[in-house]
């Protein structure tokens, strides 16, 4: 692949996990078009498409327009909205549109993309999914879907790697963004908590999650497909022992 054709999407990177992705496929070569709702909080040169990842329409309007610019080759399904429901307490409402945003758009995306990905032999697909998907207390709805988004890499990987493309997940542990320390803060009690159950004592940066993002995005990466990756320090292992 020349640079020209290392055109990839980035959902939700206007600011967080999804912006430190951007930043470091940026670095690696990448042009990186982000679709957010919101406009971006940390300045990059990816390009902005406003974008409502709830709705049908606003995704296809988006890749419409970015694809009159040529194929995607890289898509890194990032967006998605947290929750904190008890099984009693979840809604309708809130369910349908987590399943929307976490699940349903993630699918949208990648159907967008594959005819580019297959006519270049090449395309690389990152599923943002989560550590909260082998089980937490009051997460029904982001469990739920960020489970599905495992499931569904593990169906995408074997029907797209005769086309030389790549799907792999990533779960990420607890991480150091704004929307972690307003529901975190740093002097509550049970902020320390975590930090403590996690065996190497701190929390994770969005860079860590950008760094192996970046790896699946790469060409070192062709031998990798239908995985998920655990980027926890060590959370997953150490609560399944217990």
């Given at each position: 692949?020349?640079?020209?054709?290392?055109?990839?999407?980035?959902?939700?990177?206007?600011?967080?996990?999804?912006?430190?992705?951007?930043?470091?496929?940026?670095?690696?070569?990448?042009?990186?078009?982000?679709?957010?709702?919101?406009?971006?909080?940390?300045?990059?040169?990816a390009s902005w498409i406003e974008t409502d990842l709830a709705n049908e329409e606003?995704?296809?309007?988006?890749?419409?327009?970015?694809?009159?610019?040529?194929?995607?080759?890289?898509?890194?399904?990032?967006?998605?909205?947290?929750?904190?429901?008890?099984?009693?307490?979840?809604?309708?409402?809130?369910?349908?549109?987590?399943?929307?945003?976490?699940?349903?758009?993630?699918?949208?995306?990648?159907?967008?993309?594959?005819?580019?990905?297959?006519?270049?032999?090449?395309?690389?697909?990152?599923?943002?999914?989560?550590?909260?998907?082998?089980?937490?207390?009051?997460?029904?709805?982001?469990?739920?879907?960020?489970?599905?988004?495992?499931?569904?890499?593990?169906?995408?990987?074997?029907?797209?790697?005769?086309?030389?493309?790549?799907?792999?997940?990533?779960?990420?542990?607890?991480?150091?963004?704004?929307?972690?320390?307003?529901?975190n803060p740093p002097d509550d009690p049970r902020t320390r908590a975590i930090i403590?159950?996690?065996?190497?004592?701190?929390?994770?940066?969005?860079?860590?999650?950008?760094?192996?993002?970046?790896?699946?995005?790469?060409?070192?990466?062709?031998?990798?497909?239908?995985?998920?990756?655990?980027?926890?320090?060590?959370?997953?292992?150490?609560?399944?022992?217990?």
């Open positions: 692949m020349t640079k020209a054709d290392l055109n990839a999407v980035v959902t939700g990177a206007s600011r967080g996990i999804g912006a430190a992705i951007a930043r470091r496929l940026i670095e690696d070569g990448w042009h990186v078009i982000n679709l957010d709702i919101a406009a971006p909080t940390v300045k990059t040169s606003s995704i296809s309007n988006a890749f419409a327009e970015l694809l009159a610019h040529g194929p995607v080759t890289g898509l890194v399904n990032n967006a998605g909205i947290p929750g904190n429901d008890a099984v009693q307490d979840t809604t309708l409402e809130s369910f349908d549109r987590t399943i929307a945003i976490n699940m349903r758009a993630p699918m949208i995306c990648a159907q967008a993309v594959l005819d580019g990905m297959k006519a270049q032999n090449f395309g690389r697909i990152v599923n943002m999914s989560s550590r909260a998907h082998l089980g937490k207390a009051r997460h029904t709805t982001y469990a739920g879907t960020k489970g599905a988004l495992v499931s569904m890499t593990g169906v995408w990987a074997p029907e797209m790697a005769e086309f030389g493309i790549t799907v792999n997940a990533i779960a990420p542990g607890p991480i150091r963004t704004d929307l972690f320390e307003a529901a403590d159950s996690i065996p190497v004592k701190r929390l994770g940066e969005p860079d860590d999650i950008a760094n192996a993002a970046a790896f699946f995005m790469s060409d070192k990466a062709s031998f990798a497909t239908g995985q998920t990756l655990y980027v926890c320090g060590g959370t997953t292992i150490a609560r399944a022992g217990s």
